[in-house]
């Protein structure tokens, strides 16, 4: 074992060999030999704090090395002093885990640097006791800010940083600017979000100024200024196409920033852990799921007709459940895809069905939320080539936890287009590897025509296998037609005379039983032409302008009119209000 002496010896040769004269003697840079010089002094002498300095000068971070530093620190710069050198004689810099590297100069540098090490290992708890035992300067306060921000504890990314302002390192200044305004925009500071993104832009670290813009293009966006916000996400991308949340966010208008109530972070089980706020489903989880249930059962009983999807989604709704009775018993249960087909015309609850089946899925524990994201083809596509599966990819994470429901999923992939649709495959493609990826995270559910759905199913030979239950979906009888009319008028505070539910349910009976040709050539009723429900609606919507034309038409004093007089809509008002809806719909009735 090497004595103090031949230590010494090796940490000068280490220093030399760093381009630092010594006593007189010439120094000629040779890093490899600095690094094995101060490898050595440090192995020979564990408590010489200035030998693993120099190895942190060589470049060599490992947490092993910055540790012992820490562990040595009562004779930092022991070996500088013996030898005459300056603080700054070598550049032995630490990684401070927001953008900018610190050079280690003082005990307090070596107490930050190892705090910083620990935010890197997450080891968090152990970092906040480093740090709130060294002396509060601008780069303990600055690695304190790092630890909060790293565990997304906003409020105390702004009280670590509070002084930032003063700083006179305008590196140092630049990326608190940086932490304290993305701290902001999580909370729902926008205003002072913005101000502090603003001078992180002007400031001296390109990353951090990048980044500060993308931001400051988020918080636009929240406030609802998509156009500024688009702006900015473009001129990010002209300079770097790299950046991927940037890409992302150009692609996707949905893409927004997640903001936190800081009442939440208070409420984690573990302070570092941003998951581990408790939720409302783990606070009350049967009661919640089975009021979930309760609100899918009655939404889809007060739908008028659909008899034969009502018993298909009670025995999806039952196939769930026994499949959970079964796991629990330890009985074997077949994987059953849950993705679903819906086929049928177009305004006959599909979309309404969809919300019914996300919430018995959520209320069973299935998926995690009730949410449906509904999305075409147009969410899917990109502009060219290379863009559809980042677009398609970023719909997808939109939809993590719920249900993607996409309606006429058979334009995903068009006919006629010379070469085939390149960017329809590319877009089903990326479906299908995300729905593998994320089989327990996100049901989908594709809807349209029979004949189009068997089309698009055709089309991929991953579709077919993924999607193997479909519900049938009918069109909507005369009778049937005149109850939703009733049904919408109440929801509007109107009232349909028997006399207009007649008309009503009379009109109905030739669209019903006609047909005719779509746009594609395919045989159609003409009430799936017109929008079955969808056709309703507009024909309340414009029997109630009729009512209201009438009412003010001539002398009348409007001020005396009666609520039945407000309300009532008559036979006249509903054959005006379908001569008009038809008339603009064009149909050969």
């Excluded at 993607?404 to 990326?430: H, K, M, W």
């Amino acid at each position: 074992m090497a004595d103090l002496r031949q230590t010494r010896q090796l940490f000068d040769v280490g220093v030399l060999s760093l381009g630092v004269p010594l006593d007189g003697q010439e120094a000629v840079v040779d890093r490899q030999q600095a690094r094995l010089a101060f490898q050595r002094a440090s192995e020979f002498e564990p408590d010489m704090c200035d030998a693993w300095l120099g190895r942190i000068a060589c470049g060599d971070r490992d947490s092993a090395v910055i540790f012992n530093l820490y562990r040595s620190r009562s004779n930092f710069h022991l070996e500088f002093r013996r030898n005459g050198l300056a603080p700054t004689a070598v550049d032995a810099r630490f990684a401070t885990g927001s953008y900018l590297d610190y050079p280690i100069l003082t005990r307090t540098d070596v107490e930050a640097a190892y705090a910083a090490s620990l935010v890197a290992d997450q080891d968090y708890s152990a970092a906040e006791e480093v740090l709130d035992s060294a002396e509060s300067t601008p780069i303990t306060n600055y690695v304190r800010g790092v630890l909060h921000f790293a565990t997304q504890r906003w409020p105390d990314v702004m009280k670590a940083l509070n002084g930032s302002a003063e700083w006179s390192d305008e590196y140092m200044r630049a990326g608190a600017d940086t932490m304290v305004g993305i701290a902001c925009a999580r909370t729902g500071l926008n205003g002072e979000a913005l101000r502090r993104l603003e001078l992180a832009e002007a400031g001296p670290i390109p990353a951090a100024a990048t980044m500060a813009r993308h931001v400051h293009g988020l918080v636009l966006r929240a406030e609802d200024k998509e156009s500024e916000a688009r702006a900015i996400f473009e001129e990010i991308y002209s300079r770097d196409p790299g950046f991927e949340a940037n890409a992302l966010a150009l692609q996707d208008p949905r893409r927004r920033l997640i903001v936190t109530d800081p009442a939440d972070i208070d409420r984690r089980t573990d302070r570092w852990d941003p998951e581990s706020v408790p939720s409302d489903a783990a606070a009350g989880p049967a009661t919640e799921q089975a009021a979930l249930l309760d609100e899918a059962q009655a939404e889809l009983d007060s739908q008028i007709g659909l008899q034969a999807v009502k018993t298909q989604v009670a025995k999806l709704k039952s196939a769930a459940t026994m499949a959970q009775v079964r796991a629990e018993k330890g009985l074997a249960t077949n994987a059953r895809s849950q993705h679903l087909i819906f086929t049928g015309p177009p305004g006959t609850g599909k979309t309404t069905i969809a919300r019914v089946v996300a919430k018995i899925y959520c209320g069973l524990g299935l998926i995690k939320t009730d949410k449906v994201v509904e999305a075409s083809r147009r969410d899917f596509v990109g502009q060219h080539l290379g863009s559809t599966a980042p677009k398609t990819s970023a719909l997808i994470d939109s939809a993590l936890d719920g249900v993607l429901f996409i309606d006429e999923a058979y334009t995903l992939i068009q006919d006629g287009l010379s070469g085939g649709d390149a960017f329809g495959r590319e877009a089903v493609d990326t479906l299908l590897a995300r729905m593998e990826d994320e089989r327990d995270r996100i049901i989908v559910i594709i809807a349209g025509y029979d004949g189009e759905i068997d089309r698009f199913l055709a089309a991929n030979d991953g579709l077919s296998s993924r999607f193997s239950r479909r519900l049938s979906f009918e069109s909507y009888a005369p009778t049937e037609l005149a109850q939703i009319g009733e049904v919408l008028a109440e929801k509007r505070d109107s009232h349909l005379t028997p006399e207009a539910i007649t008309t009503l349910e009379q009109a109905c009976g030739p669209l019903f039983d006609q047909t005719s040709v779509d746009q594609s050539g395919r045989p159609r009723r003409l009430i799936d032409l017109a929008g079955n429900g969808r056709f309703i609606r507009n024909v309340i919507e414009s029997a109630e302008e009729e009512r209201e034309f009438r009412l003010s038409s001539g002398d009348v004093d409007v001020s005396e009119l009666s609520t039945d007089d407000l309300t009532t809509v008559t036979a006249d008002d509903m054959r005006a209000a379908l001569s008009t809806v038809l008339g603009g719909l064009r149909l050969p009735v």
